[in-house]
C-alpha cells in the first residue's frame, strides 16, 4: 500500500485526533507551516519607507508632453531627425519601414512649478502643485523597446517569464502589517481593448511561494471576484466546508510537505478574514462628497479615479504594496487628442491622492512610483498633421516621478540631449530604481535572494545600484553641459 495514500479509517482517525485544530484559524498559518514560507521579516539597514504604491501607465506615457520640454522639436518640426544625432541607434521596425523620421514637437505649453522650479506640462496641474514633493527623473533606461518584455522587465527584473514581481519580493522580504487583508494588492483601469495586455505575471510570485502573489482587486461591483457565498449558500454552510478543505490539506502538508498545500491554507484563512474586512474598505458610499469630487470618482463605474480612493484606504489600512496600472497610453497615433483625455481622468486623482497621503501623514513613509515601460521618439510614427502625430518607442529617454518614504523633494534627475533622441547625463536604469526602492524599505538588494534551481536569483539580477541622488538629503548634480549621448546600457 502506498504510504501517502489514507484509507478511510486512517483519514477518520485522523481527523477526530486533530479536531482541536479544525477552523480557520490563524495559529495554522503562522505556526504550523512558519519554516516553509513566512516572510523573512528582514531589514539590512534603518528603513525610510514601510509601503510602496506604484502607480503605472502601460503602454509608454510620452516625456514630451508631460516632464521633457524640448523647444528644439518645434523649431525643427517636420524636419529630419539628423543621423549625427541618431548615431545609428535602433529604431523599431514599425519606423524603420516609414523611410522618414519628421521632428515634432509638444503643442502643449509648460512651465515651472513650486521652490524647486520644476518645469511640468499644462496637462498635468494635479500633479504640478505636488513639485516640491517629488523626484523627476528624466533619464530612465530600460533593456528593449517591445511592450511585453519592458512591462515584465520593469515589475520583475527580467525579460524572461516566471520571476517574482517585485511586489512579492518586497512581501516576501518583509511580511505583512495587515491582518484582514492581503500584503500585497493590485487593481486595473481602463479599457481590455485598450492596446497592451497586463498580464498576472506582473503581479505574480514567481518561485516564491504563491502567498506572496498580488491578489487583484476592482473598484466597483465584487472587489474580489469569488469571495462572496454563491447564491443560496450561507456563511456558516460555507465554512462547515472551507473548514474540512482545511483539514484535508492540512492531512496533505504532513504527508507530503508541499509548500504549495500551505499556500492553499493561507488562501483559505485569508478569504474568510476578507469577507468581513472588504466590504467595509471598498464601501466608497461611506467617503464624504467632497473627497469624491476632488478624485473625480464614481462608485458605480470602474475608474482610475476609483481606484485612486481604493489605494488609499488600502494603505491606509497597512498593505504593504499595492500596484494600480492603466491601460491606453501606447500612443503610436492621435497623441495630442488621446494623451490629453488620459490626463483628464489620471491628474486629478493622483494629485487627490497625494494630497491625502501628505496630509495624513502616510507619504512620510509610503513611496509613490509614477512610471511607464518605456519612453517615446522624438520624431513621429505615421503621418504627421497639424493636428494629429504619433511617437514611437524609445528605452534610453524615459520619464518618471517618485515621491515621499525618503526620496528626494523638489529634484530633477537626468538630462536628455536637445533632441530628446539619448541621455547625456545621468542615466538611470529600472534596475537601479528597483534597488533604490528597496533600500528605502530598509532592504539592501544583494541580499534580497532566493535559491532556485540551483543559483540565487534577485530582482535586481545582477545589476543596479543605490542612486543616492534620489534620496531626501542627498547633493544635487550639476546641469551639464550636452555632450555626446550617454550609452545605453543593455541591450537596446
Given at each position: 500500500m502506498n504510504p501517502f495514500q489514507p484509507n478511510r479509517r486512517a483519514f477518520i482517525r485522523s481527523s477526530?485526533?486533530?479536531?482541536?485544530?479544525?477552523?480557520?484559524?490563524?495559529?495554522?498559518?503562522r505556526t504550523a507551516f512558519?519554516?516553509?514560507d513566512d516572510a523573512l521579516a528582514i531589514q539590512h539597514h534603518p528603513a525610510t519607507a514601510k509601503r510602496v504604491l506604484?502607480?503605472?501607465?502601460?503602454?509608454?506615457p510620452s516625456q514630451f508632453e508631460l516632464f521633457d520640454n524640448k523647444p528644439l522639436l518645434n523649431e525643427r518640426r517636420g524636419e529630419q531627425l539628423p543621423d549625427s544625432v541618431r548615431q545609428?541607434?535602433?529604431?523599431t521596425e514599425v519606423t524603420v519601414l516609414q523611410g522618414a523620421l519628421p521632428i515634432v514637437g509638444s503643442p502643449f505649453e509648460f512651465a515651472r512649478h513650486g521652490e524647486c522650479g520644476m518645469e511640468l506640462s499644462e496637462l498635468v496641474p494635479g500633479l504640478a502643485q505636488h513639485a516640491d514633493d517629488l523626484t523627476l527623473v528624466r533619464s530612465m533606461q530600460t533593456d528593449t523597446v517591445i511592450h511585453e518584455?519592458?512591462?515584465?522587465?520593469?515589475?520583475?527584473?527580467s525579460q524572461l517569464l516566471g520571476r517574482p514581481s517585485m511586489g512579492s519580493w518586497v512581501t516576501y522580504a518583509l511580511g505583512s502589517e495587515c491582518e484582514n487583508l492581503p500584503e500585497f494588492t493590485v487593481l486595473v483601469s481602463g479599457s481590455s481593448r485598450d492596446d497592451q495586455g497586463l498580464h498576472s505575471r506582473l503581479w505574480g510570485s514567481g518561485f516564491l511561494p504563491g502567498r506572496y502573489q498580488g491578489v487583484p482587486f476592482r473598484s466597483s461591483g465584487d472587489a474580489v471576484l469569488y469571495l462572496s457565498n454563491p447564491d443560496g449558500v450561507e456563511r456558516e454552510h460555507r465554512k462547515g466546508l472551507l473548514e474540512g478543505l482545511e483539514r484535508l490539506n492540512e492531512l496533505e502538508a504532513e504527508r507530503?510537505?508541499?509548500?504549495?498545500?500551505?499556500?492553499?491554507?493561507?488562501?483559505y484563512e485569508m478569504a474568510a478574514k476578507m469577507q468581513l474586512s472588504v466590504p467595509e474598505l471598498t464601501d466608497l458610499s461611506t467617503e464624504s462628497e467632497d473627497t469624491i469630487e476632488r478624485y473625480g470618482a464614481n462608485p458605480q463605474k470602474p475608474s482610475f479615479a476609483n481606484n485612486c480612493l481604493m489605494a488609499r484606504r488600502l494603505l491606509e489600512r497597512g498593505v504593504r504594496f499595492v500596484q494600480l496600472c492603466d491601460r491606453g497610453w501606447d500612443h503610436h497615433g492621435g497623441l495630442p487628442k488621446s494623451l490629453k483625455e488620459k490626463c483628464e481622468v489620471t491628474d486629478k486623482p493622483i494629485g487627490a491622492l497625494l494630497t491625502d497621503l501628505k496630509n495624513s501623514g502616510l507619504l512620510d513613509d509610503t513611496i509613490v512610483v509614477f512610471a511607464g515601460e518605456f519612453g517615446r521618439t522624438p520624431y513621429c510614427e505615421g503621418r504627421l498633421t497639424r493636428e494629429s502625430y504619433g511617437r514611437d518607442h524609445n528605452n534610453r529617454v524615459g520619464s518618471m516621478w517618485l515621491a515621499g518614504g525618503g526620496m528626494a523633494r523638489g529634484a530633477t534627475l537626468g538630462t536628455t540631449d536637445d533632441w530628446g533622441w539619448d541621455t547625456v547625463d545621468f542615466p538611470v536604469h529600472?534596475?537601479?530604481?528597483?534597488?533604490?526602492?528597496?533600500?528605502?524599505l530598509g532592504i539592501d538588494h544583494l541580499k534580497l535572494t532566493r535559491r532556485h534551481q540551483g543559483r540565487d536569483f534577485r530582482?535586481?539580477?545582477?545589476?543596479?545600484?543605490?542612486?543616492?541622488?534620489?534620496l531626501a538629503g542627498a547633493p544635487r548634480p550639476l546641469e551639464p553641459e550636452l555632450g555626446p549621448a550617454a550609452e545605453p546600457r543593455g541591450e537596446v
Open positions: 477526530l485526533m486533530g479536531a482541536g485544530s479544525l477552523g480557520l484559524g490563524s495559529l495554522l498559518g512558519a519554516s516553509v506604484v502607480l503605472f501607465m502601460s503602454g509608454g545609428g541607434k535602433r529604431i518584455t519592458a512591462t515584465t522587465f520593469f515589475f520583475t527584473g507530503t510537505g508541499d509548500p504549495d498545500v500551505h499556500t492553499r491554507i493561507n488562501t529600472v534596475h537601479d530604481i528597483q534597488a533604490t526602492l528597496l533600500h528605502c530582482l535586481t539580477d545582477v545589476s543596479g545600484r543605490v542612486v543616492p541622488e534620489m
